[in-house]
């Protein structure tokens, strides 16, 4: 039985590319809650959290590329209307993300983004000769500052997201205190 020279590196070649797909997908989550928490809208909690709901709902199914298109309409307010809520007493809790020189960037970052994976994951084998160690070797030499910049992106989302409840609590305090002073 022939033993294939290259079948170790091949395989370090394919845990890698599995492992980027994890990545794609943690970063599908986190821009999924983005999206999802960046404006919700309702009279009381009940209506809030079917909001919040309809919202995870219209997200779970859409592809990467679709995902960041939403993201940007609500992220960053492209999709924002000016209506009037439907009841005086709408509570309407978003967050946006401004200055357009940042969401240019940021969308040039993810668009790429979602070319790279949809690289990955249908025109894999016409780029790559993997019964070649050259052929490996590129692969893994892609991989890995892909992985960096995917790992780049989850962590910037992350970090926006540990703002969310700063801001929340801030909120709370500042009203907790408006409060609790004597009329």
């Known amino acids: 039985m022939n033993e294939d020279p290259l079948k170790a590196t091949r395989d370090e070649a394919f845990r890698m590319l599995g492992r980027n797909f994890v990545l794609f997908q943690h970063l599908e989550m986190a821009l999924k809650l983005l999206t999802t928490i960046s404006d919700l809208e309702g009279s009381n909690q009940d209506q809030l959290e079917a909001c919040l709901e309809a919202r995870r709902a219209s997200l779970a199914k859409q592809s990467l590329g679709q995902l960041i298109g939403r993201y ?10 000016t209506e009037p809520a439907e009841s005086p007493a709408t509570i309407r809790v978003q967050f946006r993300i401004q200055g ?3 969401q240019a960037w940021k969308t040039a970052q993810l668009a790429a983004l979602v070319n790279e994976r949809n690289q990955l ?3 894999l084998l016409e780029g790559f000769n993997l019964r070649t160690s050259e052929g490996i070797q590129d692969l893994k030499d892609l991989l890995e500052p892909q992985a960096d910049r995917i790992r780049t992106e989850i962590l910037q989302a992350k970090a926006i997201l540990a703002i969310w409840p700063k801001a929340h609590q801030l909120f709370m305090d500042e009203l907790t205190a408006q409060l609790d002073e004597d009329p």
């Open 121 to 123: 994951a249908h025109h």
């Open 72 to 81: 940007r309409e609500t992220v960053f307010g492209e999709g924002d209307s």
């Open 100 to 102: 357009p020189e940042y």
